[in-house]
């Protein structure tokens, strides 16, 4: 169980960032978790419904599983609405030691079979909600992070990154926080402070069973051995226990691969890896220019 440790999960109201908020409750996490669905949800999935999931609901089952869950409104478009995010977090707590940066725009077109001029434009705020805006939070998260010694700044990321998934703007995204890991543990190499992306299999989300059945030949498969997003948040709880946290630091790392190198399972399962089907994370390059 956790020690008082103190999460973020940003973009907390459902799938994929909920179930990893939920996973780190479990394990006794006080988890702040962030989302514009606040009394209700304007979040729809790929065949126009509605669909479930606030920011209080998931706090309350973060709570209901033995953790502590609050949940604080945030656009994570509005920067001055992230700042002060992490300010409730450092006057409340005092220290953060887990940032999962999750938050991302979901087009209603994401998943449409269409060249990626033939989809509406607002298809690339995902490299603002999704990018530009896991930047922002890890900014903050490193401000606290590195005078208490400790933390984690994780990304949730996908095979997309690697392959074609979604289009081009969704592909970008994912490389890019991939990069922003990598990046970042350079600047963040001993001070006691960790970057990670993981990237995560198919979950099994309120978007992801609708997927199923818009795209049932794309999506049947995968959703048969699609992982329980709670397991994200599983691993990222044993990374920071990891006597090589330091050197799992700046590495994308395939959630299924990882979790069998530090013995966590998915609900009691091992979940497989896509890497020979959707391709390999980038490796860590050691150089650098100023």
Not at 30 to 49: I, N
Not at 98 to 103: C, P, R, T, Y
Not at 182 to 206: C, F, K, N
């Amino acid at each position: 169980m956790a020690d008082n440790k103190v999460a973020l999960v940003t973009g907390g109201s459902r799938g994929a960032g909920a179930g990893v908020a939920r996973g780190l409750g479990e394990l006794g996490y006080t988890v702040y978790v962030t989302g514009r669905s606040v009394e209700s949800s304007a979040a729809k999935g790929w065949d126009g419904s509605p669909l479930p999931g606030t920011i209080g609901e998931t706090a309350a089952l973060i709570t209901e599983r033995g953790g502590k869950g609050i949940a604080v409104a945030c656009d994570h478009a509005d920067d001055d609405q992230v700042a002060r995010v992490f300010e409730q977090i450092a006057d409340e707590q005092g220290r953060l030691d887990i940032l999962v940066n999750n938050a991302a725009y979901m087009h209603p077109q994401l998943i449409e079979k269409k060249p990626f001029w033939e989809k509406e434009l607002a298809a690339q705020y995902i490299l603002d909600v999704g990018l530009r805006s896991s930047y922002v939070s890890s900014w903050h998260a490193a401000r606290m992070m590195v005078p208490q010694g400790s933390g984690i700044i994780a990304f949730t990321s996908s095979f997309g990154a690697s392959c074609y998934m979604h289009g081009p703007a969704y592909g970008a995204q994912k490389a890019g926080i991939d990069k922003l890991a990598h990046d970042m543990e350079h600047d963040l190499r001993g001070t006691g402070v960790v970057a990670v992306s993981i990237w995560l299999g198919p979950q099994i989300t309120e978007r992801a069973l609708i997927a199923k059945e818009v795209n049932p030949e794309q999506y049947e498969g995968f959703m048969s051995v699609a992982e329980n997003p709670e397991f994200t948040g599983h691993i990222l709880d044993a990374i920071s226990k990891a006597p090589n946290r330091d050197e799992l630091s700046g590495e994308t790392l395939i959630g299924a691969e990882i979790a069998k190198t530090l013995g966590i399972t998915d609900r009691g399962q091992d979940r497989p890896s896509y890497r020979d089907m959707l391709g390999s994370p980038r490796t860590k390059n050691a150089a650098a220019v100023y």
